[in-house]
């Protein structure tokens, strides 16, 4: 084999709760993972030289070892001695720095496509081994699908997949950083009404309650991140307008989601989100829903 296509895809957190600041300085986590019908594409091609050259559709991506797609190539080379080099050509879809895990999605497919290309027999858990040291959203990333993740993201149960609906997703014309967002959070200083029921989140999940899930929505990072952007309150206000379910703002932001069960209202919602303000609160809207593991493509 010398090429390999796959797709990377997005992730949006039905409940994201914070637990505690360790002493190494990252967080404790306690979080609903949920994989979402929104993918870039990656096609990987082996070269004979000892190089990485990553190729993408959008200028504003580094094609170097500030991709994580370079990084994960680099440490799949160095962990199994791999002399010969890959060109990676990246159609990107997923929202940039938008708390949907773009980057850490690519950087699963690339694990996945190296072990695929150079024929390596790695197990899941080889890989999500890997994976972590690149982030701690890869291991979810490769694995996919309804999951637990607690730990730093690293710690995973898988769940069922939960009830399908249609998904509307924007992103303002505003990028957040993760690092600063949880930065600024003051976990102790939280309520105990600003925490989600993740464990009520993953009971609904298992009863396939999609109303359980919905009337428990909730994101800590909402407090940190909506007052300083208070876009992501205007389009969880349009989406509920017309029709959502429910609404929430995705990982750090600025990403929000709505859960419609009524496609033509997510339609509808859709066509707002493009209008509102103009056309200048969000250019990227999209219609999708629940990433479905035994009808992927």
Known sequence: MNTFRIKAYAKINLGLDVLRRRPDGYHEVKMIMQTVDLYDDLEFTKLAEDEIRIFTDKEELPADQGNLIWRAAARMKELYQISEGVSVKLTKRIPIAAGMAGGSADAAATIHAMDALFSLGLSLEEKQKIGVKLGADVPYCIMRGTALSEGIGEILTELPAP????????????????????????????????????????????????????????????TVTVPDHPEIAEIKEIMVENGACGSLMSGSGPTVFGIYKDRELAEKACQALREADGGRLTRQVYLTEFYNRKKAR
Do not use: F, W
């Not at 939280?190 to 919905?214: Q, R």
């Open 163 to 222: 009830p399908q609906c249609h998904l509307v997703i924007a992103k303002p014309q505003i990028s957040v950083s993760t690092k600063a967002v949880y930065g600024k959070l003051r976990v102790n200083e939280l309520a105990p009404e600003e925490h989600p029921d993740i464990d009520g989140t993953m009971a609904a999940i298992k009863n396939g309650d999609l109303d359980g899930v919905i009337e428990r929505l909730g994101n800590v990072l909402e």
